[in-house]
């Protein structure tokens, strides 16, 4: 039951820009590249941020230099941050809480980023134990998230992220070897983590529950790479070619790594990984 409970969890984190006072445009440090057509300080707003709140180039931003953008998900702790933290107070509107609603955006969001890897960790056939432990983490990470400005502000986010970080760690091995002998009947893929293979041809290989945590994948060639069971987590997907790639059950793969990847129709994604429209168009 939990696991469905869960699910529902891990498929609702998603961006809502109607909701929130443009903090992605405002909160974050950008650095001019071929992601961004600008440099901007944290804290300034983004010189296409509109008085509504809305980017007056939304539907070019990948013509006009701001692929970054296209790629960018916060999973919801835009509107977390500007209709629960801050009461539906627009920091245009009231410029006195601007200064702190910019600085516990990235807070949120690193809140937002571990709930939805404990929340798809629960989804999995694990150990009662490792289910009990997995079970806590995530009320304790909701919880958080409730808390006002201030203690946000004050909250030891790295030791938040040791105990999560050791869970995600155990579920991924469990479930890799789980998939390997009962699944796929294949010898468990091998630690690969932080494994430098930018612009590797990996073409049409079978790869399936390798674990590439922190994996560098830059303009990899994965098409038609079987990548079931892949321990994703951290791993750089920017301009990989995924087209026709099988990662229906990859784990901790996220949407801004897709967003930054390459793909098609022909792809196979996991449940709660939208097809980003660049793809299709």
């Known amino acids: 039951m939990f696991n469905k409970t869960a699910k529902n969890i891990r498929e609702s984190l998603t961006a809502d ?159 890799r070897t789980e998939l390997s002998s009962k699944v796929f009947a294949i010898k468990k893929g091998k630690k690969c983590r932080g494994v430098d293979w930018i612009g590797k041809n990996l073409a049409g290989k079978d790869i399936r529950t390798t674990d590439l945590r922190g994996a560098y994948l830059i303009a990899a060639d994965l098409r038609n790479t079987d990548l079931r069971g892949v321990d994703f987590i951290g791993a750089d997907l920017r301009d990989a070619n995924l087209s026709g790639a099988n990662l229906s059950t990859s784990m901790f793969l996220t949407q801004m790594q897709i967003n930054s990847a390459k793909g098609n129709d022909k792809t196979k994604l996991p449940s709660h990984i939208q097809t980003p429209s660049h793809w299709i168009d």
């Open 17 to 175: 820009c109607t909701k929130c006072f443009g903090l992605c445009c405002t909160a974050l440090n950008i650095a001019a590249s071929s992601d961004f057509a600008i440099n901007k300080n944290a804290g300034t707003p983004c010189p296409n941020l509109q008085g509504d709140y809305r980017c007056k180039i939304h539907k070019n931003l990948r013509e006009k230099g701001f692929k970054g953008c296209t790629v960018y998900d916060c999973l919801g702790a835009g509107q977390k941050v500007s209709q629960s933290t801050f009461n539906g107070q627009g920091w245009q509107e009231n410029p006195e809480v601007a200064e702190k609603m910019f600085s516990v955006f990235p807070v949120m969001e690193q809140l937002y980023e571990m709930i939805a890897f404990i929340s798809e960790a629960l989804t999995y056939e694990v150990s009662d134990s490792l289910m009990e432990q997995l079970n806590k983490q995530l009320e304790k990470l909701q919880s958080l998230t409730d808390m006002d400005a201030d203690r946000l502000l004050s909250l030891d986010i790295i030791g938040c992220r040791l105990p999560v970080n050791e869970l995600l760690l155990e579920t991924s091995e469990y479930i």
